[in-house]
């Protein structure tokens, strides 16, 4: 423990143990500000894992439920709305993770950093977005990913 002011908090490495490992994506809902509409953007069964390393790498592959190979240019185009993937160093500040982004699906991403916010209960890591618009639903304006993974085996 990292003792400052009186105060006792955890230590970087003792935060970073709460989500270092590899996380199965269980759920994927996207809120709609707009409307206060919740739904299933990437089906009810989406796939993908995140992997947290302990020198502070992370590892993000998403995709929704039911993707099949594509045979034209607008099919292919298409399965980017059903696909979030990046990777970078990220770092823990309370309830946030931040990532500084340097490789992603979507080119917008690299350079920059994205922030969320995170509770782990009952092996679950659940994750809030912060409202934004995000590429692969950009017609529904702002909106927030929540996100939930369990701990893999």
Do not use: C
């Not at 590899?22 to 009810?44: F, I, N, S």
Request: proline share 5%.
């Amino acid at each position: 423990m990292l003792v400052t002011a009186g105060a006792v908090r955890p230590s970087w490495a003792e935060d970073t143990a709460s989500v270092v490992g590899l996380w199965k994506l269980v759920g994927y809902e996207v809120e709609v500000q707009a409307t206060g509409q919740r739904g299933p953007v990437m089906g009810d069964h989406p796939t993908g894992y995140s992997l947290f390393t302990p020198d502070g790498r992370v590892f993000f592959m998403l995709t929704g439920e039911g993707r099949m190979p594509a045979k034209t240019a607008e099919e292919r185009a298409a399965l980017l709305t059903t696909m979030v993937a990046y990777t970078g160093r990220y770092r823990l500040e309370g309830d946030k993770w931040i990532t500084n982004v340097e490789v992603a699906w979507n080119p917008e991403w690299v350079g920059t950093e994205q922030s969320r916010t995170y509770k782990i209960e009952n092996g679950r890591l659940q994750v809030l977005t912060p409202w934004r618009i995000m590429p692969n639903w950009a017609d529904k304006g702002m909106q927030r990913s929540i996100v939930t993974f369990q701990k893999a085996e």
